[in-house]
């Protein structure tokens, strides 16, 4: 009875209608359940019952229910199937794909070319072992972005072996890309570096200058050429025992043969480039920007060719002299460069002493272990500790049985402290197309190769090498050059949010040290940005980026599943607006 009172017996949809009214400058707002129905060939609507009361999102349960979606308990009936981190393959892969680097390791997608890209990537987000990349390539969304699949460590280095025979196309690309061809000067920077290997199998393994500093483990050399603004073009593995001025052959035949740049500027350091050599590039038109060595500037000084005085009122002079026809000689003196050699010579030749005075107490002291010793004793006890800081030069000794002495040669280190922040760069360039400040800035850009060795050995670890065949060497550290080119592209786009000065003070005295502008400055002591955001390294900015995360979501009972991103934090919006990129499941 009650029930046949309140409820009508007519039939119709339900629905929830809002309706609003202002009043006196106030919003009233109804919400009611109705119903629609026919009467008499005419629409009617009837009230079924007011929802006013109830909190906005019973509303909305009560509209979405009526209008025929499901609702669902999001602790029983909502699941996050999988959660993968997502922002740095993107940010990755979509720099890598805005360079072109698909194409340019091969015009066809295959999947080689997949799994190479997959490989240069992940050294990028978390660098490892190619066994250790068949496990994390399917921890992130890279492997899905790039179809991979299940990948085998016999896949990639298959894969790898496909890419060394494809290295000299690619490297021809880059040089089209990133050095000038057609009339102008290229100015080509070259360095070596060393790099060490597990085990003994590797034909290119030998023993040689470390210059990781592991004494007495195999290594290999690699020598890497750049453009002027550092961005890598080709790189060749030498054996670990080769020199440095060895190698110069080789990478001057892959600019000038294999590039086809007709005028080469190449910029080596003062072991690279050596007199031999220089002749040489003489002989073949190419001009060079270098460093004469230690000895070469004494016998400069000794010679009256190079007069200290000339600094007394500057610190940039160009001579000439007979020892080096055809080239002009740019010398240069850094006050700073000077006071610090001076303070670290001073250093070890204070911790050499301290070293000769422990020998000293043991022959003359009353319970010294070289009390009463001979002669050919004592030197040999002396001999360990004299040039342990490489300073043993500076030093005389006097060595008889039952008696040490030692003291400094003192003008002798007078004398190479006159030339402590003055060296002379060499360069055949013609005055008229290169001025002497020209070719200081040149060969500084030097920095820039060196900058590239040093993030591929601690961000994108080309070492330590575990492969053992030739080939397999070479084409690992021609992955980890390709994946500086991508690393160097990140950098140059996200410079604003990292501790990179993005406008880098250009002294006018190419001589004085770079300093770093006031923003920079600013961005180093508070550690933020001037938006107010964390400034990071490249490596935690990246770190960062993967916190955003591609979630796999499944509702009910369905098998339809489907992608949510989480939603971006401040300094992830900023940095993908950055690569003007934008963001989808």
Not at 106 to 124: F, H, K, N, P, T
Not at 189 to 207: H, K, M, T, V
Not at 492 to 500: C, G, I, K, V, W
Request: net charge positive.
């Amino acid at each position: 009875m009650w029930d046949s009172c309140l409820m009508p017996k007519r039939t119709g949809a339900v629905h929830v209608s809002t309706t609003r009214r202002h009043y006196k400058g106030k919003v009233y707002e109804t919400t009611l359940l109705r119903r629609s129905y026919r009467e008499s060939g005419k629409v009617r609507n009837e009230t079924v019952g007011n929802l006013s009361h109830l909190p906005a999102h019973v509303i909305d349960g009560i509209r979405a229910g009526l209008a025929g979606r499901v609702l669902v308990d999001l602790d029983e009936n909502f699941e996050i199937a999988r959660s993968l981190p997502h922002g740095h393959v993107r940010a990755v892969l979509g720099v890598a794909r805005s360079l072109g680097l698909e194409r340019l390791i091969c015009r066809e997608r295959c999947r080689e070319r997949d799994l190479v890209v997959g490989l240069i990537c992940q050294a990028l987000i978390a660098p490892g072992s190619k066994l250790s990349a068949t496990r994390r390539l399917s921890q992130t969304t890279l492997g899905e972005e790039l179809a991979l699949g299940e990948v085998k460590e016999a896949e990639l280095l298959a894969a790898m072996d496909w890419l060394l025979a494809r290295q000299p196309r690619i490297e021809r690309a880059l040089a089209a890309r990133h050095l000038e061809r057609e009339g102008e000067q290229s100015f080509v920077l070259y360095d070596l570096s060393s790099s060490y290997l597990e085990g003994r199998q590797c034909p290119l393994a030998s023993l040689g200058h470390s210059r990781d500093g592991k004494k007495g483990k195999l290594q290999i050399e690699y020598g890497l050429i750049c453009s002027p603004e550092g961005r890598p073009v080709a790189v060749k593995v030498h054996e670990g025992n080769t020199q440095d001025q060895q190698t110069l052959p080789g990478a001057l035949a892959a600019v000038s043969e294999r590039f086809g740049i007709e005028r080469v500027v190449f910029v080596g350091d003062r072991g690279m480039i050596t007199q031999a050599h220089a002749e040489t590039l003489r002989e073949q038109g190419v001009e060079f920007i270098s460093a004469l060595k230690a000895p070469q500037v004494k016998a400069l000084v000794e010679a009256g060719e190079l007069q200290l005085s000339l600094f007394d009122q500057r610190n940039l002079a160009e001579i000439s002299s007979e020892r080096f026809p055809s080239e002009r000689l740019v010398v240069c003196r850094n006050p700073d460069l000077a006071k610090e050699r001076a303070r670290k010579r001073e250093d070890l030749l204070k911790a050499t002493e301290a070293e000769l005075r422990k020998v000293k107490a043991m022959v003359e002291g009353e319970r010294g272990r070289l009390r009463n010793a001979d002669a050919g004793t004592i030197g040999e006890r002396a001999g360990r500790v004299i040039d342990k800081y490489k300073v043993a030069k500076h030093f005389e000794l006097q060595i008889t049985d039952r008696s040490f002495a030692f003291k400094r040669k003192s003008e002798q280190v007078a004398a190479e402290a006159a030339l402590d922040g003055i060296y002379v760069l060499r360069t055949t360039c013609a005055e008229g197309e290169l001025g002497a400040p020209a070719v200081v800035r040149a060969y500084k850009q030097l920095k820039v190769a060196e900058r590239a060795f040093s993030t591929m050995k601690s961000t994108l670890d080309i070492r330590p090498i575990h492969h053992h065949l030739e080939d397999r060497v070479r084409a690992h550290v021609f992955l980890c050059m390709l994946a500086y080119y991508v690393s160097f592209e990140l950098g140059a786009r996200l410079t604003p949010l990292l501790f990179t000065d993005e406008n880098p003070v250009a002294p006018i005295d190419p001589v004085a040290p770079a300093e770093r502008s006031a923003a920079a400055k600013a961005k180093a002591g508070a550690q933020s940005t001037q938006d107010g955001l964390p400034a990071s390294s490249l490596t935690d900015l990246l770190a960062e980026l993967g916190t955003l995360c591609r979630n796999e979501l499944s509702v009910g009972d369905a098998d339809h599943t489907f992608n949510r991103l989480t939603s971006p934090t401040q300094l992830q919006a900023r940095a993908f607006e950055l690569l003007d990129m934008t963001l989808a499941a």
